[in-house]
């Protein structure tokens, strides 16, 4: 008896290990509930045609390429009966290279820039941001997709003089051709993704930060590059005492989904906010460092009750010039998203509106704000105000004209590409830095002073502003890599799957 006990005890531990391996190593079974067929509409179509416009029953597909059952707009193309092509260079995400044998090219315009003909998709009227292949169909969606083909656009037609047989003029009109060229996502990623390191970073934590923001809310293209940024960033420990670039490695962080508080060594908004000394962040002569712990700080639970994000308020309040700037239109442009999230504290909506008029009185004839760089950012401000859609437009034009063959902005040095390009990929996509920081619970911090910090009435805080501001290129400092030894991915891989087995073993008695 003893030993049928025995045995029956080693039978249930080692279905336990069993079921565990299949959690760890990705077996899975779907109940027949789960593969049930969903509704949904779908339409094809093209500017001239109509392909499929109906509703349709859509059951579950091999959508990843590698057995895995999902229900998926890429089983309803597949489903419909229209023939299709795919692309799985960007795997696990899938790109439809043609449907119904209308393929995507490329053209060149009258100046010889690159005119992008492709398949888009919307879901639900809203143009979709992740693969067809990957997200999962909701009874009643409704899918579109729609092939776009820049038109050539007829301006105004220019007169020219012909001289007939009998000498006299007359004059017959030639169209001039103008073609609008399209920012490519896709191949602004994939730049990115040629230039970043075996490690996963970027030539040093500015690059680096700034391209984590930057590809935080692609989707498919970018799942490698993100990857091996989150693996990055997760080990690495940026030591610096200058409180912006602590204030940036967070953005960086947060955008990726990593807690600023407990997902590296260091705590990153401890470093922040224990720079607050009773009326402002950081240097004294500067508000950048101000304008940016607004934005991460918001994001961590801190509202304009704390008597800290009262005085950082006031203090930006206090430093905006009279033409409605902090600076210039980089900060200016920083200064209209870190306040966005306080508009009734007092004097919040008054300082933001003075700024975008600041901001729409800068616009250059060439529809930029000065370059790349500024531009960028000026566009994440003003999308934050649905009233400068045309502003925005002409400013995306602006960015899409500068965007080269390889998929970079046009800059001199492969860093300053590298850094262009991280800031123009969320402008396009018309997303301020609310919009892409993840948000994270509040956590106690220790306070250096050892000091509760209290919360207070809000008061007008005045002092003299000493130094000129400093612009985005001059604040912040580039520093070496200061990449700690870590354990190899395959070491900390084989850790992770071998800590459970462990537990079970001791607890299960082997």
Not at 433 to 448: C, G, H, Y
């Amino acid at each position: 008896m003893a030993a049928k006990i025995k045995m029956k005890n080693l039978f249930k531990k080692i279905i336990v290990l069993f079921s565990l391996g299949f959690v760890l190593f990705g077996f899975n079974f779907v109940s027949a509930e789960d593969l049930s067929p969903v509704d949904i509409h779908l339409e094809i179509k093209t500017t001239t045609s109509s392909f499929y416009n109906s509703n349709i029953s859509v059951t579950a597909c091999d959508s990843d390429n590698n057995g895995t059952l999902k229900t998926t707009p890429y089983c309803a193309i597949n489903q419909s009966g229209i023939p299709s092509v795919w692309d799985w260079t960007w795997a696990p995400g899938a790109f439809v290279t043609s449907i119904n044998n209308v393929s995507g090219y490329t053209t060149k315009d009258k100046d010889n820039n690159d005119v992008y003909h492709y398949w888009s998709w919307s879901l639900n009227g809203n143009e979709a941001m992740m693969g067809l292949n990957v997200y999962e169909l909701q009874p009643g969606d409704s899918v579109l997709l729609n092939f776009i083909d820049p038109i050539e656009e007829v301006i105004p037609e220019e007169i020219i003089p012909v001289v007939n047989h009998s000498s006299s003029k007359s004059y017959v009109s030639t169209p001039i051709v103008l073609v609008t060229k399209n920012f490519s996502i896709p191949e602004a990623v994939k730049f990115l993704s040629l230039n970043q390191k075996e490690n996963g970073s970027f030539d040093g934590d500015l690059y680096t930060d700034w391209v984590a923001v930057g590809v935080a809310k692609t989707e498919f293209e970018s799942t490698v590059l993100k990857n091996k940024l989150i693996d990055y960033l997760k080990n690495y420990e940026l030591k610096s005492d200058i409180i912006t670039d602590n204030e940036r490695h967070a953005m960086a962080l947060m955008a990726l989904g990593i807690n600023p508080y407990t997902g590296t060594k260091i705590n990153y908004i401890e470093k922040i906010a224990n720079s607050f000394d009773r009326e402002q962040i950081g240097d004294k002569s500067i508000y950048n460092d101000d304008i940016f712990s607004l934005i991460v700080l918001s994001k961590v639970d801190y509202t304009e009750k704390d008597e800290m994000i009262q005085k950082i308020i006031s203090n930006i309040i206090l430093n905006q010039s009279s033409d409605g700037s902090w600076g210039s239109v980089d900060m200016t442009s920083a200064g209209i998203q870190a306040l966005n999230n306080f508009r009734n504290f007092n004097g919040v909506s008054g300082s933001i509106l003075k700024a975008e008029t600041y901001l729409k009185n800068n616009q250059k004839e060439d529809s930029s704000f000065g370059d790349i760089f500024s531009t960028s950012w000026a566009i994440q401000a003003m999308s934050l105000d649905s009233s400068n859609k045309d502003k925005i437009e002409k400013a995306i034009s602006y960015l899409s004209e500068n965007q080269k063959e390889d998929g970079g902005l046009d800059q001199n040095e492969k860093e300053n590409r590298i850094w262009a390009t991280a800031y123009a990929i969320p402008a396009v996509l018309k997303l301020s830095w609310n919009d892409i920081l993840n948000s994270f619970p509040r956590e106690n911090l220790v306070n250096k002073n050892k000091e509760e910090v209290k919360i207070i009435p809000v008061k007008n805080y005045k002092k003299e502003i000493t130094k000129e501001v400093l612009s985005k290129k001059d604040s912040v400092i580039l520093e070496k890599d200061k990449i700690k030894d870590n354990l190899s991915t395959k070491t900390t891989i084989w850790q992770k799957i071998k800590a459970p087995f462990a537990w079970l073993f001791i607890h299960l008695g082997f």
